[in-house]
């Protein structure tokens, strides 16, 4: 299983909901990631989680919490979000302790604030 | 910042030989040259990577210059599916964040396969 699921595949929410986007893998991997894509854009990394620890945070802002309750599941709870936050938000995941880093990655949820 | 140089855009008819190019000329010596690709509505797949050598596997060819400054990805046949956007990336040597690696994309380039 090389799959890295990814749901709901869309969302559309208001500045004032509270919603959670789900991420899930099977293989083993260690490190997860979220990634923001906004349209005609590149992905741009948020969080790294490894071994279930949050490792790297790129300076996103407290209304986007990430959350790794175990090994093959990662959360994304949304919060009080801007229409800016309108985006695809990316899941991946990855070995760790080796030097190849190939990152799975899911099919995206897309997101609208209104 | 990404570390790399591409194309905005390229056609390419399909059956044909697919070169995208790559420029990273501050690549260091450790770092590797990474390929994804992103199929529209899709989230980016891996394609090959390499340090110095040539690679090639199943999907396509990678050729690195010998100064490592620019590499090309090569796809022997391309067919309509092969439709996407292409990312190079230079991989940072040192792991980050407790043993995994920042992937940094860059604008990429849009391949349009023309029947």
């Known amino acids: 299983d090389t799959e890295v699921t990814q749901t709901p595949k869309h969302l559309v929410m208001g500045m004032t909901n509270k919603k959670s986007l789900k991420c899930e893998q099977h293989m083993g991997h260690r490190a997860m990631y979220w990634y923001k894509q906004k349209a005609k854009k590149p992905p741009e990394l948020m969080f790294v989680?490894?071994?279930?620890?949050?490792?790297i945070n790129e300076s996103v802002p407290s209304r986007f919490s990430p959350e790794c309750p175990n090994s093959s599941l990662l959360n994304l709870h949304l919060h009080a979000l801007q229409p800016e936050d309108s985006a695809l938000y990316l899941c991946?995941?990855?070995?760790?302790?080796?030097?190849?880093?190939?990152?799975?990655f899911g099919p995206g949820t897309r997101l609208t604030v209104l | 910042d990404a570390k790399t140089t591409q194309p905005t855009s390229m056609d390419c008819a399909e059956g044909r030989a697919a070169n995208l190019p790559c420029n990273h000329s501050?690549?260091?010596?450790?770092?590797?040259v990474y390929w994804y690709r992103q199929i529209h509505s899709q989230g980016p797949q891996y394609i090959i990577h390499g340090l110095k050598n040539n690679e090639t596997n199943e999907m396509a060819s990678l050729i690195i210059t010998e100064d490592r400054k620019s590499s090309t990805l090569i796809l022997p046949h391309a067919t309509l599916r092969d439709t996407a956007v292409y990312y190079c990336i230079v991989r940072p040597t040192v792991p980050s964040g407790a043993g995994s690696y920042q992937l940094t994309f860059g604008k990429g380039t849009k391949l349009s396969v023309i029947p």
């Open positions: 501050t690549i260091s010596g450790n770092e590797y």
């Open positions: 989680y490894s071994y279930e620890k949050l490792s």
């Open positions: 991946a995941s990855s070995q760790l302790g080796t030097s190849h880093n190939e990152q799975f």
